[in-house]
């Protein structure tokens, strides 16, 4: 049963409540189940009556009279606990954001909170609303946010979101925050635009979500009185109280470039921090592999082994959640009138479950999977591989640049000095530089020059996955470059690794050339085997499909190569622009 977009009908209200009077039956009931009451902090014992989609009654009763068709499951030696939610997902790091949903639900977490940039790039706004609305009848809670930026420096910045588009955005009912701010340094000081966009959220009842890596208590104060609500970036303990004592929520991160959340929580504990009502986990859009644990209850895991109380673990993965987004009707508990979202765990301190109802219905039947997630129709919605209609002209391969980009880590990069050299067919001058070009998707215009930290050997690597949904390519031979852009055009999108003339890796991305529709579980082993030959190949770091997507994006210090050009991003300014083709 799918409870669109937020509300029961009155015709299945009475229902709900006709259940209660006897006049109708359960569909589910789970008898005798200790579960836990997020409002009380307590472990108490109840038969839970679920009528469809919904929990109608929690209590010491049983019906009068219990039909056939009503199941009936003896919960003894379980313990329930409410349904995990991701509040911060980026569900299009190579996976989609139904097989990322589908995964999800195997491990307990039902409720999940999306960015919406890749539907900004990818679909006009009437399909990107059908695509919603037809995201509601999954067993997962789906739930979006509208982004007031595109995260980089696009050539039509200005024409990428109106006032129209985003106001449409925060109205649409499964759109339930704006935000996250990563262009928060402008609304600090003269972007009346996105300043307005605060407001109107805040007018809607929805909430602000920031993104203020590093900021001051007094920049968090500002952000605080123009209206933000929380935060997801804090790197330690301090950090995370500050952002508690001026009265945010705060996420705790636990994702594949920022693995905080152990780190954080033995730093609070140092703290003494003994209320956790705003504090919530999230995985902020990891790649693949990370996941192969689960999402949420992987942080409840670690929250619980760091020895915050195990009641207040799973509060921050449920209630706290729902609080924060003021959806504590709908979602996060385990009470009457609440989504039928619940975990069986074996435990109370083991948060992985062997059984999950998503919506009332069995998604995980003792630790079996039940199929019954649906699907989408991605050509319905336009969602077909990328077709390219030019083709890559060696001669466009050239690199003459006086700065390129030299990475700290995966995703920061500095400026560093180029000494002049012949525009060759390989580079040899250094072992672990590389040449580098973005190409427009519709070929159009291209940016190039040399990265230094990704490859000491490498011949090509070329990616239609990016932060922008343009084309990457890497490499120290412009031959394996072509070679690998060739194969890409071929698979209609993704990411092909090229060398000595041979292609040696290739992950189709069929979906527009940014996500695949294969299974989490085989994208994992994929992720994995690319892992390991970038490896070999001299990368250093830990997550390459961080470096891919991160290369275009302004939120992050210090230089990168957007479609506008090579941009010093402190002083905003273009340092060599693109080339038109």
């Not at 409720?111 to 919603?132: C, E, I, P, Y």
């Not at 636990?254 to 003494?272: T, Y």
């Not at 070679?483 to 527009?512: T, W």
Request: proline share 4%; aromatic share 10%; charged share 25%.
């Amino acid at each position: 049963m799918n409870e669109h977009l937020y509300r029961w009908r009155n015709k299945q209200l009475r229902e709900h409540v006709a259940v209660i009077d006897g006049h109708l039956a359960p569909t589910k009931i789970l008898k005798q189940a200790t579960y836990l009451n997020v409002y009380l902090k307590k472990w108490l014992t109840a038969n839970i009556w679920i009528y469809e989609d919904r929990i109608v009654y929690v209590g010491d009763d049983m019906p009068d009279r219990i039909p056939n068709k009503t199941e009936v499951v003896d919960c003894k030696g379980q313990y329930l606990v409410p349904g995990y939610v991701e509040p911060h997902a980026h569900p299009f790091q190579l996976y989609n954001p139904h097989s990322l949903a589908e995964y999800a639900l195997k491990t307990g977490t039902t409720t999940l909170v999306n960015d919406n940039l890749m539907w900004l790039l990818l679909l006009n706004q009437k399909k990107a609303f059908s695509l919603l609305d037809e995201m509601q009848n999954l067993p997962v809670s789906m739930f979006w946010w509208a982004r007031f930026s595109s995260q980089s420096e696009l050539r039509d910045e200005a024409d990428f979101l109106d006032d129209e588009e985003v106001l449409e955005w925060l109205n649409h009912e499964a759109v339930i925050q704006g935000g996250e701010l990563t262009n928060w340094p402008d609304i600090l000081h003269e972007d009346e635009r996105g300043l307005y966009w605060m407001q109107e959220t805040k007018r809607l009842r929805k909430v602000v979500e920031g993104h203020f890596p590093g900021a001051s208590k007094k920049t968090l104060t500002k952000m605080k009185l123009l209206g933000a609500d929380g935060d997801h970036e804090s790197i330690s303990g301090d950090e995370l109280y500050r952002r508690l004592e001026l009265g945010y929520y705060a996420a705790i991160r636990n994702s594949s470039i920022r693995p905080d959340l152990r780190k954080i929580l033995q730093d609070l504990k140092e703290m003494d921090l003994t209320v956790w009502d705003q504090v919530l986990f999230t995985t902020d859009g990891s790649t693949p592999s990370f996941y192969e644990e689960g999402i949420i209850n992987k942080c409840i895991e670690i929250a619980i082994e760091e020895g915050v109380p195990v009641e207040e673990a799973y509060a921050m993965a449920t209630i706290n959640a729902a609080k924060y987004f003021s959806l504590e009707h709908r979602f996060g508990s385990i009470a009457p009138g609440r989504v039928a979202h619940i975990n069986f765990i074996p435990s109370k301190d083991n948060p992985t479950p062997t059984s999950v109802l998503a919506k009332g219905e069995w998604v995980l039947k003792d630790g079996e999977s039940t199929d019954r997630i649906g699907s989408i129709d991605w050509e319905k919605f336009s969602l077909t591989k990328m077709k390219l209609d030019w083709d890559l002209d060696p001669d466009e391969l050239r690199f003459s640049m006086p700065i390129g980009m030299e990475m700290i880590n995966d995703v920061i990069m500095k400026p560093y000095p180029i000494k002049s050299e012949a525009d060759q067919n390989m580079l040899a001058r250094s072992k672990n530089e590389a040449y580098v070009m973005l190409m427009d998707r519709d070929g159009e215009w291209r940016v190039s020059t040399f990265l230094k930290g990704f490859t000491n050997k490498l011949g090509g690597l070329v990616s239609s996955y990016s932060n922008t949904g343009d084309l990457i390519l890497i490499g120290k031979s412009k031959r394996d470059m072509a070679l690998a852009f060739n194969r890409m055009q071929e698979l209609g999108g993704g990411i092909v690794l090229a060398h000595e003339g041979e292609i040696i890796f290739e992950l189709p991305l069929e979906i527009k050339g940014v996500m695949t529709d294969t299974s989490m579980e085989r994208l994992i082993e994929q992720e994995k085997e690319m892992k390991t030959i970038l490896k070999d190949f001299g990368y250093a770091h830990s997550d390459p499909v961080y470096t891919l997507l991160f290369l275009s994006s302004t939120h992050l210090p210090y230089i990168r190569i957007t479609p506008v050009g090579i941009m010093d991003v402190l002083k905003k300014d273009i340092l060599f622009p693109a080339i038109m083709r």
